[in-house]
């Protein structure tokens, strides 16, 4: 990863130390199966090959070393290649100040949830004395896997737990692993669409003209093929455009560009 340290950061000097801590899924076959399954055509959705578990830093039960009282800048990248990731830290809430590269005012939440190569900002306050460490948890989205739970992909061979652990005093015993749900964790996040540039630059409003792009799979050559159909055409300056991704799986995206001057 290449860490930008920015000397003009609204933020400076309101933290001690920073940290890099990355999010990954680990799978067990090479590129070469997975491609060849997922390019296959008896798969008719198109249903990606997904990971078998999910790492912090390259690792698990990773550990963190903090000291009491500080606030740390936490850099957290998901590293994955396919699955959407939660973070929580047990007792201990996250404010977000950056995303993607952009500052937000400070949002104070529970858990973050990150997409493929999504980047958030958090800072972390720990507590003012070490009496105990305290537990970590990375979790793969599951419901976001079409294949989860069928032959190719049995629930039981699936780890989406990855542990950390914020270590104030290596002589104490590090806490039992966090065990939380899938809706234990959304009902900890926000939307993302809430949080507030730092430069309180507005969210485009009232688009004038909306194009549908419709996205399916089609077989072809004895593979399956992913099609966007996609026909854009306006010659009218500062008209906000509002396009709505329709793939396949019923996942709706939605962005809005402005058009160029």
Request: include cysteine.
């Amino acid at each position: 990863a290449l860490i930008v340290h920015d000397p003009a950061s609204p933020y400076i000097g309101q933290y001690d130390e920073e940290i890099v801590l990355t999010l990954s899924d680990w799978y067990h076959d090479s590129m070469s199966h997975l491609t060849s399954y997922y390019l296959n055509a008896t798969i008719a959705d198109g249903s990606e090959p997904i990971p078998y578990s999910a790492l912090m830093n390259d690792s698990q039960n990773l550990t963190l070393a903090v000291q009491p009282g500080k606030t740390y800048f936490l850099r957290v990248i998901n590293f994955a290649c396919f699955a959407q990731m939660y973070l929580h830290f047990d007792q201990h809430s996250l404010t977000i100040i950056e995303v993607d590269g952009i500052y937000t005012h400070p949002t104070t939440v529970d858990s973050i949830y990150l997409a493929v190569a999504q980047r958030y900002g958090v800072l972390l306050t720990t507590k003012p004395t070490a009496a105990q460490n305290y537990a970590a948890l990375g979790k793969l989205d599951e419901s976001m896997f079409d294949s989860f739970g069928t032959s190719d992909y049995p629930s039981g061979d699936v780890i989406p737990n990855v542990n950390g652990y914020l270590v104030y005093d290596q002589t104490k015993p590090l806490p039992a692993p966090l065990e939380l749900t899938l809706d234990q964790l959304k009902a900890t996040v926000i939307d993302d669409f809430t949080l507030v540039p730092h430069d309180n630059m507005p969210l485009l409003q009232n688009p004038t003209q909306t194009f549908t792009l419709n996205l399916s799979f089609f077989e072809q050559d004895g593979q399956n093929r992913y099609d966007l159909s996609l026909h854009l055409t306006t010659k009218k300056a500062n008209r906000v455009i509002e396009q709505d991704l329709m793939p396949l799986h019923g996942c709706r995206k939605r962005f809005l560009p402005s058009s160029p001057q």
